[in-house]
């Protein structure tokens, strides 16, 4: 079957717009094409009015920085695993600590007991393991080491509780500031911090708004909303009464 048919997206530069629907509507494939993992095999996908046919592959992901939902786990330090986020320029240490402290990854790589030299992965001996939600940080510390004009992400948030995710958002805005950033993700708190929320069923965009005006148009986006939030509801525990 057709991942995506009669598709049309439109992301202003400087726009972070999020990209929700169920499982098997399209999502992945929307960034796996973005990325030119491979290429569509109808129509076409521009930036700036170029179409990525046309641009080499290695310029192309110049341009690009990308957090998929699991983050590789590289048996490397921690100063060598953010450093990967921009290879070329050989970023120095301090680049490395600044970029580690605007994703909020300081904290976490403070307790190690080598802090960025710590080997990470248990592939060798003395390595130590982060949680999915610190890979998480240490990704979004890639990222920031990056600066590229587009950021891609997949459910940049999956292994986070909401606390941390909060968090995590906040620190991405600052990150995505003046960029063009698309963010996949199955999170209403996530796509509400976005400027314009895409709804995706089907292979096609069905719905596009802000947060309040998805709510109010009653499609899709809202019955999720309002099916979610009376799960919610009605799952908060009754106050018990003390026996005599």
Request: hydrophobic share 45%.
């Given at each position: ?36 993992f491979y290429d569509p095999e109808a129509g076409s996908i521009e930036l700036d ?29 921690v100063a060598q695993n953010i450093a990967l986020g921009q290879l070329a320029a ?155």
């Amino acid at each position: 079957r057709l991942a995506l048919q009669d598709f049309n997206l439109t992301v202003p530069a400087g726009q972070i717009a999020a990209v929700v629907g169920p499982n098997g509507a399209g999502k992945s494939t929307l960034i796996k094409l973005l990325c030119r993992f491979y290429d569509p095999e109808a129509g076409s996908i521009e930036l700036d009015g170029q179409d990525l046919r046309r641009l080499p592959v290695e310029a192309l992901r110049q341009q690009l920085t990308v957090l998929f939902q699991g983050p590789i786990h590289y048996s490397l330090t921690v100063a060598q695993n953010i450093a990967l986020g921009q290879l070329a320029a050989e970023p120095s240490p301090a680049e490395i600590r600044a970029a580690a402290r605007a994703a909020g990854a300081d904290e976490p790589v403070g307790r190690l007991p080598e802090q960025y030299d710590t080997l990470l992965g248990k592939w060798f001996a003395g390595g130590a393991e982060l949680s999915g939600g610190e890979w998480q940080r240490v990704a979004l510390a890639r990222a920031f080491l990056r600066q590229a004009p587009l950021i891609l992400l997949d459910e940049p948030t999956s292994a986070m509780d909401s606390w941390a995710e909060a968090d995590w958002m906040r620190r991405f805005r600052r990150l995505a500031a003046g960029r063009t950033a698309i963010i996949i993700t199955h999170r209403f708190t996530t796509a509400m911090q976005a400027d314009v929320i895409h709804v995706m069923a089907g292979g096609q965009i069905v719905e596009s708004g802000s947060h309040p005006q998805l709510l109010a148009a009653g499609g899709r986006y809202a019955q999720s909303w309002r099916a979610q939030h009376e799960l919610i509801v009605n799952c908060r525990p009754s106050r018990h009464r003390r026996k005599k």
